[in-house]
Structure formats: C-alpha cells, structure tokens
C-alpha cells in the first residue's frame, strides 16, 4: 500500500470563509492559521507522515492588498513565536522553503531562531512556503549551478529549497490549479481537491484522503506490479 510520507496542501478559500460569516478576510487567516495547527499535529503522530509542506504564501500574494499582506506577516511572526514549545513538545522540525530575504528583517530572525532550535526534531518535518513560488525556486536553483557541467536531475534536485516528492498534494478552496506550487516536485503527486475551505477543513478529511491515497495504483510512469 502506498505510504503518505509527504503531503502538500494549497490552502485556499480563508478569505471566502470570512466573507461568507460577514467577517473581514483577515479573520479567516487567523481561523486558517489554527487549521495550521491542527492539521501539523496530526501529522506529526502519524507516523506513516514524515513531510507537510504548506503553501503559506506565494511570491505572487504581495500583490494583495498592503494591509492584508501585512497582517499576514504579523500573524505569521505571531504563529512562529508561539508555535515553538509545540514544534519541540511533539517533535517537529521547522523548514521554511522560498526566499524569505523579501521578508522584515524581523520575521527572517524569528523563522531563522524556530528553523535552528528545531533541527534536532524528527517526527515531522513542517516545511513552510514562504515568499515561495516554483518558477523563483527552480530559476534559484540554476543560479546555484552556474558553474557546473553536465547538469544532472539529480544535481537540480539537491540545488532545489524542496527536495523531496510529494505523495499527496491537496488544495482546498474549489478551484483546480497548482498556483506555481511545487511543481518539480509534484511531477508524480497524486491530487485532491476539495470544495472545502481552508478553515473548515478537518483531520477527518484529511484521513479520508489518505485512505483513498493509499488504495490508488501508483505506476510512476511504468507498469503494474501485477
Ligand atoms: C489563501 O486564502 C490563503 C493564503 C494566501 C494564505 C494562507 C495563510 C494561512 C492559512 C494562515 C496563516 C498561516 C500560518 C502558517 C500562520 P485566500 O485568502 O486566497 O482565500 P480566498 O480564495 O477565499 O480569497
């Protein structure tokens, strides 16, 4: 049976959540920063999971509103500092991917501060994006490899912020698109997408799609076992 060992989630619909209860959008971050939470947990006691990428926010989201992207930054400053006796008490590592050098100098301290205080940690790896898009990683990663010869999928791999396959890759919110949204590494992701928005999604949902996950054929391009 297939093993979940990384899973990839586009959290989409926080704004159309808020706006739907007669809420500001905002208010949707900070329900959908509590998903975050939850959904990380759960993760970490499944074993079977040893990855969780979330796409917290894109290279493309500076085009929101200032006051949005700025609340988005507190409140990420906010989840990070407070996160941190719960990254330790239940084991998680936290890796950030994108270029976070657009970010205050501020917020790159404290991602920097809860990155290093939890590398020893290895139930589950939480791996934020942020400021990340895959077209800016991808173009990153060449420019690391400049000066080399020959250059390998592997070699580009290694030079890559994510270098793991994903397994599983959810986006929820309703639409269908991978929003520039690790796409090296989704080449053979197996994708759901659910109506569902991000602040209602649920760990029950989420075992849903992990036991569909681990009843589908997964040839990789080749043929079956059978
Ligand atoms: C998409 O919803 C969501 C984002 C652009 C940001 C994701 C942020 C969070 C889940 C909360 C903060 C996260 C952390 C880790 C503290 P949208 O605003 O595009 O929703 P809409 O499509 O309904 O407008």
Redesign the pocket.
Known sequence: MNKPKHIAI??????????AKGKK?VK???A??E??RNITEYCAKNEEITRLT?????TE?WK?PRL?VEF?MK??E???KQELPNYLKNNIRFEPIGDIRAFSSSLQKTIKHVKEQTKHCDALVQS?ALNYGAHNEIVRAFNKLKNKENITEEMLYNALDCKEDVDILIRT?G?KRLSNFLLWQAAYAELFFTDT???DFTTKELEKIITKFKKIERRFGGLNNG
């Open positions: 586009i959290m989409d619909g926080n704004g159309r959540w808020a706006t959008r949707g971050h900070e959908g920063a998903v975050v979330l796409y917290a926010f894109s989201n929101r949005e988005l409140l990420l906010k989840y990070l934020l919110g639409d928005l991000w602040p």
